[in-house]
Nanobody, 126 residues
Framework: QVRLVESGGGLVQAGGSLRLSCAASGFAFNKYAMAWFRQAPEKEKEFVAVIDYTGGNSYYARSVKGRFTISRDSAKNSVDLQMSALNTDDSAIYYC???????????????????WGQGTQVIVSS
């Protein structure tokens, strides 16, 4: 059974940093791309970042590129999102997700992902 558990969310001031983590279990972690999405109140869920199954390729939404870094640890079966220079627009619930297909490089739409965590909330205060 696939399980994704996010952690690390919280309240941070604008300009600050936060690191989110997602612990994965129940599937062959090293064979799947992993991604972070976010959803702000009354907005659609949006893609944030994805890292391929090798960990060698990553892609970012334009709004976070240069500020966020996605990484994965195959020994721990975890994927992290390091966020810096946060602004109020980054406030949202952040979700970890696993690709529904193996060995893909850059899935980026929600429909590409088969399992999701429960989310962790990030609030950026001005």
């Amino acid at each position: 059974q696939v399980r994704l558990v996010e952690s690390g969310g919280g309240l941070v001031q604008a300009g600050g940093s936060l690191r989110l983590s997602c612990a994965a279990s129940g599937f062959a972690f090293n064979k799947y791309a992993m991604a972070w999405f976010r959803q702000a109140p009354e907005k659609e869920k949006e893609f944030v970042a994805v890292i391929d199954y090798t960990g060698g390729n990553s892609y970012y939404a334009r709004s976070v590129k240069g500020r966020f870094t996605i990484s994965r640890d195959s020994a721990k079966n975890s994927v992290d999102l390091q966020m810096s220079a946060l602004n109020t627009d980054d406030s949202a619930i952040y979700y970890c997700a696993v690709d529904q297909h193996m060995y893909r490089t850059s899935p980026r739409v929600a429909q590409d992902f088969s399992s999701w965590g429960q989310g962790t909330q990030v609030i950026v205060s001005s």
